[in-house]
């Protein structure tokens, strides 16, 4: 049958399911990609970052309350978190704990809060953050976990926490080095003590454990 043959209503019938589903399809493919883009979306820079920079946890507790995600990543990897414990934020990094912002999520280089709050010697901010039962010992691209950087401030304080918590004192850094061959060459008994606390586990690792990823 040709075209000339074909009634109004079937060329107008024929129009209208080509056409819808053409548009079904684009609205398909749209949402498809809008879910796909906002799962992995890193920025450049944000609200809360600025906030937790600021120490303003007043700020921080408005944004997320309003919908903004606590575990935002600029495109470094880093969350407001790891911004807040690289600078000794507490009220900020409280804030977001509050929030829901996860101490475990690893940047480009492998670091994690925990990471961060452990290399300052910032016993309060690492308790804090141990609450949230991060993973005790992810390892950055050097290999070093919490509780080496601990170690390396000389915080004893901060050390005690994360072996009673759990923490592997027996992984190697990239160096094949221990937490506990840091303490030893320091010559810090204290640390040494510590370390050798009940709590800690010794099992002896060399590879990374898988790298953690933010909770959806």
Do not use: W
């Not at 940047?107 to 910032?122: F, H, K, Q």
Request: glycine fraction near 10%; hydrophobic fraction near 35%; include cysteine.
């Amino acid at each position: 049958m040709n075209v000339r043959s074909m009634s109004v209503r079937t060329i107008c019938t024929a129009l209208f399911c080509t056409i819808g589903l053409g548009l079904l399809g684009a609205c398909h493919n749209s949402d498809s990609g809008s879910q796909d883009a906002g799962s992995t979306k890193k920025v450049s820079a944000s609200p809360l970052h600025a906030a937790a920079e600021r120490n303003d946890d007043a700020t921080i507790t408005q944004l997320t309350s309003s919908g903004t995600d606590a575990n935002t990543q600029l495109k470094n990897g880093r969350t407001a978190l790891h911004i807040a414990a690289a600078g000794g934020q507490m009220r900020a990094a409280t804030a977001l704990l509050n929030a829901g912002a996860n101490p475990g999520i690893s940047d480009n280089n492998g670091e994690t809060p925990l990471m961060m709050a452990a290399a300052r010697g910032n016993a309060g901010m690492v308790q804090a953050m141990l609450a949230k039962r991060p993973p005790l010992d992810a390892q950055n691209k050097s290999g070093k976990t919490a509780l080496h950087f601990a170690v390396e401030h000389n915080s004893t304080d901060t050390v005690r926490a994360l072996v009673q918590a759990g923490a592997n004192t027996g992984l190697s850094d990239k160096k094949g080095r221990t937490p506990m061959d840091y303490a030893t060459s320091k010559g810090n008994q204290a640390i040494i003590d510590a370390l050798n606390s009940k709590g800690g586990s010794t099992m002896t690792r060399t590879s990374p454990p898988p790298s953690t990823m933010p909770a959806r």
